[in-house]
C-alpha cells in the first residue's frame, strides 16, 4: 500500500531526525544496538562502560523516541525493529 510506505517512511526519517538530536555517546550506543544488533553487554566492552550505563542511555534514547514521535507510535517501531 502506497499510503503505508509513505508513512513509514516519514516515521523513519523523523526517528532519524531525533536519534541526530541525540548527545553523540546516546546515539552511538543507540545505533549500535538497534541498527548494528550488538548486545549491551558487547556495547559495554567495545566502548570500555558499565553494561548498567548502555542500559541508561538506551533508556533515554527510547524516552527521546517516545516523546517525539508518541508512544503508540514508538511501540510500532520498536516491534518493526526487533
Known sequence: DIEADVDAAGLEERVSQVVEAMPEKRREIYRMS????????EIAEKLGISV???DKHLELALRDIKA???PFTCFLLLLLMR
Open 68 to 70: 517525539n514521535l508518541g
Open 34 to 41: 538497534r541498527l548494528e544488533y550488538f548486545s549491551n553487554k
Open 52 to 54: 548498567r550505563t548502555v
